[in-house]
């Protein structure tokens, strides 16, 4: 089974500056989707960015791009310029590439503060 | 294009009810997918309807099930309500089940069990 590990349980972010939260997986397939969401105080869970394994180059999205390291089975998502709306629940989700098994698995959140 | 709606978005019951919970994907989504989240347990996924057909279902008790409409709507159902069942209810829906289509997320519906 593919479990995903997220050890920051709270990170805060000087508004307008960098922040990067860490997100490890561990899976025996070769082939999945890796994601991040979004999950503001209004509950609606929001895709930020999404990775596909066979892909080397690292996704990016305007201010938000992600450190896809598939050796070490590692995901971090870079959040530059940090804003005031970027507070939030953030979690990483693993989605097996194998038909039948398309659930999305996620790790335990990292709650976001952006101090003004 | 109208997004995910759940209904209703809040309900409180005693244990032992049962509870039905509906979600409506977005026009033209015909897979629906269904995921609990608690403080304890994080979000946990419950099942995945396609064309009115389970796919795939998660480790949760026979508590817990689930339809589909021709519509695409879909339902849960949760009998024999118990305290742990407190939790906010989360659906998601995409054109097709295939990981590479998005999942779109509903509010979600909180339901309180007491």
């Known amino acids: 089974a593919q479990t995903v590990t997220q050890s920051q349980p709270e990170m805060s972010v000087q508004e307008a500056e960098t922040v990067t939260l860490s997100c490890t997986y561990d899976?025996?397939?070769?082939?999945?989707?890796l994601f991040w969401y979004k999950q503001p105080p209004s509950r609606q869970m929001i895709l930020v960015i999404r990775q596909e394994a066979y892909k080397q180059q690292n996704a990016t999205e305007n201010r938000f791009s992600v450190n896809f390291q598939k050796a070490a089975k590692s995901f971090s998502l870079k959040i530059s310029d940090s804003q005031l709306g970027d507070a939030a629940m953030y979690f990483c989700?693993?989605?097996?590439?194998?038909?039948?098994?398309?659930?999305?698995?996620f790790g335990t959140g990292t709650r976001l503060t952006i101090i003004p | 294009k109208a997004g995910v709606t759940q209904t209703p978005r809040y309900l409180i019951k005693t244990r032992g009810q049962q509870v039905t919970l509906s979600c409506s994907p977005i026009s033209g989504h015909r897979s629906v997918s269904w995921y609990q989240q608690t403080p304890g347990q994080g979000l946990q996924f419950l099942f995945e309807?396609?064309?009115?057909?389970?796919?795939n279902k998660g480790n949760f008790p026979g508590r817990f099930s689930g339809r589909q409409f021709s519509n695409s709507r879909s339902e849960m159902n949760v009998s024999t309500l118990e305290l742990g069942d407190s939790a906010l209810y989360l659906c998601?829906?995409?054109?097709?089940?295939?990981?590479?289509?998005?999942?779109?997320f509903g509010p979600g519906t909180r339901l309180t069990v007491l």
């Open positions: 309807y396609f064309s009115e057909t389970q796919r």
């Open positions: 899976t025996s397939e070769s082939d999945y989707y």
């Open positions: 989700a693993y989605r097996s590439a194998r038909s039948g098994n398309e659930k999305l698995t």
């Open positions: 998601a829906s995409s054109l097709s089940p295939g990981p590479s289509f998005e999942q779109f």
